[in-house]
């Protein structure tokens, strides 16, 4: 944009508030395949997760923590693949913001540079589900 080479890496964004109801809405519904409801709309808490080919493209929430839909905007930016969670989607106990948005590739040499990247790996990875990313290590000799 503007002459720099860069990816447009944003994800739509809407909201309103009528009443004491706000709601808001991220992504696009263009394709959507399966949607899978969070909470109870009588409660005010309430969202909908539109999927198509098992990556989120759309949220739509009401009165849902902004941690959750933080998190939604970026399983939507980054296209993340949630087929390993989708039974747990629909859970108000399961926290979106613990799915991995993004997966860190490290290529491991060996000597020096191997074990500052195997203690990268090692800080990064803490629990199942307690990072921001997902990390993949492959060892290579060179």
Not at 96 to 106: M, R, W
Request: proline share 3%; net charge negative.
């Amino acid at each position: 944009m503007l002459g720099f080479r860069q990816a447009y890496n944003e994800c739509s964004y809407f909201f309103s508030d009528l009443f004491d109801l706000t709601f808001e809405f991220f992504g696009d519904l263009e394709g959507i395949d399966e949607w899978i409801e969070r909470g109870a709309l009588i409660d005010k808490s309430f969202a909908l997760l539109y999927l198509k080919e098992d990556k989120l493209r759309a949220f739509f929430c009401i009165g849902r923590p902004p941690q959750e839909t933080k998190a939604a905007e970026s399983l939507i930016r980054h296209q993340v693949n949630l087929m390993p969670f989708k039974n747990l989607l629909g859970d108000l106990e399961f926290r979106l913001e613990d799915i991995p948005a993004q997966t860190v590739l490290i290529l491991q040499g060996g000597g020096a540079m191997g074990a500052f990247e195997c203690g990268v790996v090692q800080g990064a990875g803490g629990g199942r589900y307690s990072t921001r990313y997902r990390c993949r290590c492959i060892h290579r000799r060179f």
